[in-house]
């Protein structure tokens, strides 16, 4: 069984900066992509950040800049850092990761449950 744990949220003022986290715990082989998504009330779940094993990163155009997403392998833990963070960033956001339970095998994708983020003006 692998769960994600997400922490770092929180209340913040548009301008300031907070910090993700997420690990990944349980038994399993390996982890292929992490990534940070976000849902606002009203709105669908969107793509926030992803970072694959080899170092490749992405991301929303409306984070570009602004947002760094970084994964440890040894720590089995996604960051992502939030700068100059604006009301329109307020959102639930959840940790996703690829992870195969064995080698060979294709990966399963798992979802934390979130943590809120509240930037206020």
């Known amino acids: 069984q692998v769960h994600l744990l997400e922490s770092g949220g929180g209340l913040v003022q548009a301008g300031g900066s907070l910090r993700l986290s997420c690990v990944a715990s349980?038994?399993?082989?390996?982890?292929?992509?992490m990534a940070w998504y976000r849902q606002a009330p009203g709105k669908e779940r969107e793509l926030v950040a992803v970072?694959?094993?080899?170092?490749?990163?992405r991301y929303a155009d409306s984070v570009q800049g602004r947002f760094a997403i970084a994964m440890s392998s040894a720590e089995n833990t996604v960051y992502l850092q939030m700068n100059s963070l604006t009301p329109e960033d307020t959102a639930v956001y959840y940790c996703?990761?690829?992870?195969?339970?064995?080698?060979?095998?294709?990966?399963?994708?798992?979802w934390g449950q979130g943590t809120q983020v509240t930037v206020s003006s």
């Open positions: 970072v694959v094993s080899g170092g490749a990163r």
């Open positions: 996703n990761a690829d992870i195969r339970s064995k080698q060979f095998r294709p990966g399963n994708e798992y």
């Open positions: 349980g038994n399993f082989y390996s982890i292929s992509a």
